[in-house]
Nanobody
Framework: QVQLQESGGGSVQAGGSLRLSCAAF????????MGWFRQAPGKKREGVAA???????TFADSVKGRFIFSRDNAKEVVYLQMDRLKSEDSGMYYC????????????????????WGQGTQVTVSS
């Protein structure tokens, strides 16, 4: 059974940093693209970042240069390092994966995501 468990959310002031983690259970992350999404109250869910099986990444324009996406295949964990956070980065962050090995564009995995975690809340105060 595919399970994704996020952690690392919290409350920070603008300009601060957080590192989100997503642990995978029931499958190996070695051969799939992994992604992060976020959703703010009243807004649509948006793709933030994706990392493919080769470690290549794609980011939404709004986070380029501020977020880093990495993976530790041995631990079956992916990480989203978020620096220089802004109030507009606030929202529920979800880890996701699917059947594709490859990244798409604008922070998405090619082929979309079919499996989701429960989310971790990020609140950035200005």
């Amino acid at each position: 059974q595919v399970q994704l468990q996020e952690s690392g959310g919290g409350s920070v002031q603008a300009g601060g940093s957080l590192r989100l983690s997503c642990a995978a259970f029931g499958f190996s992350i070695n051969w799939v693209c992994m992604g992060w999404f976020r959703q703010a109250p009243g807004k649509k869910r948006e793709g933030v970042a994706a990392i493919d099986r080769d470690g290549l990444t794609t980011f939404a324009d709004s986070v380029k240069g501020r977020f880093i996406f990495s993976r530790d295949n041995a631990k079956e964990v992916v990480y989203l390092q978020m620096d220089r956070l802004k109030s507009e980065d606030s929202g529920m962050y979800y880890c996701a994966t699917g059947t594709s090995q490859w990244k798409g564009s604008d922070g998405h995995c090619a082929g979309g995501s079919q499996y989701w975690g429960q989310g971790t809340q990020v609140t950035v105060s200005s």
